[in-house]
């Protein structure tokens, strides 16, 4: 990767992904794009334009603007808001995917385009799930992204387009928040934690779903981009997790740190049934043996990471 266009740079991974790939290539070889611009660091520190990713031309105008060769699309509408307009969901996500495919296909460039666990349905199997295997989700955004890995294996069979993605789990992250996923409780519940010493959960404490801190999703996008294509068997939907837990055990290690901290449980049946869909565990196998898929952090050096981090950043916003 040398000029990397990302869409939804301002979202959960984007932001956070924008600045690791700045570091890492070049500000100048950095193309963030999000459809509205706000005043922090992914606008003004390096390159930013504002994008609708429903709009072909304007990918296809920036990236012949910046000699882009690799695009990474990030901006979806995750699955408890996708859940409000199903047909908003559909036509946002498959959309874009379709858009980001043709621009690629023209232009011969890499492409990026994110999974998740949301594929997988009741029928699936819950304890390590196989990276092939029965896909029934049961929302829309787990349709579309189902149908975007297939999207995209289409394109790379009939068009030779190289396409790669990965089914994340739940992601953590201390520097943006969540933008309406069923995982979102396991980012909010630190910041709960710091702020009010209590929390709130939407999910019942022994639901288990995979989970991972940004830090090792973010290189797994880098390596699995950089990844000979040759090596790439399962390349539009690599099962990877680091970890697999449930609120009452993240309470549980929260607790050791903060030593007041309560945890109350008001479940909200939309997502609870979301969660319950989803595997308790996902077998990442595949990443490992095809491009050396790896992570640092489990649930306790996570814990710990979150909470300074959290810490510092109210420490200066207050």
């Not at 794009?33 to 334009?49: A, L």
Request: with cysteine; net charge negative.
């Amino acid at each position: 990767m040398k000029k990397i266009l990302i869409t939804g740079s301002l979202g959960q991974i984007g932001s956070e992904l924008t600045l690791k790939l700045r570091k890492e290539y070049g500000i100048n070889n950095i193309i963030s794009t999000d459809i509205r611009e706000i005043n922090n660091e992914i606008t003004k520190d390096g390159i930013f334009e504002t994008l609708d990713v429903l709009d072909v031309d304007k990918i296809f105008e920036i990236s012949k603007k910046y000699n882009v060769d690799t695009i990474i699309h990030l901006a979806a509408l995750l699955s408890a808001n996708g859940e409000k307009n199903p047909k908003n969901t559909w036509d946002i996500n498959m959309g874009s995917v379709l858009n980001c495919l043709e621009v690629s296909r023209e232009l011969n460039l890499k492409l990026f385009v994110p999974s998740s666990i949301a594929v997988f349905g009741n029928n699936t199997p819950k304890d390590n799930t196989p990276q092939n295997t029965i896909m029934r989700p049961n929302t829309m955004y787990g349709v579309t992204k189902v149908s975007g890995e297939m999207l995209c294996d289409y394109y790379f069979q009939k068009f030779g387009v190289d396409t790669r993605g990965l089914r994340f789990p739940g992601l953590i992250s201390y520097m943006t928040l969540p933008g309406g996923g069923t995982t979102d409780y396991a980012v909010d519940i630190y910041y709960k934690a710091i702020e009010d010493k209590k929390y709130n959960c939407y999910i019942d404490e022994n639901t288990y779903m995979d989970m991972m801190y940004m830090p090792d999703a973010l290189n797994a996008i880098v390596n699995l981009m950089e990844s000979p294509k040759d090596k790439l068997i399962n390349r539009n939907a690599y099962n990877i997790s680091s970890m697999s837990f449930s609120p009452k055990e993240i309470y549980l290690e929260i607790k050791k740190h903060i030593k007041d901290f309560e945890i109350f449980y008001d479940v909200d049946p939309i997502r609870q049934n979301i969660a319950n869909s989803w595997p308790n565990s996902i077998d990442s196998s595949c990443a490992e043996k095809e491009w050396g898929f790896k992570f640092d952090y489990n649930l306790e050096t996570m814990t710990l990471d979150m909470i300074n981090r959290i810490s510092k950043k109210l420490n200066k916003e207050s």
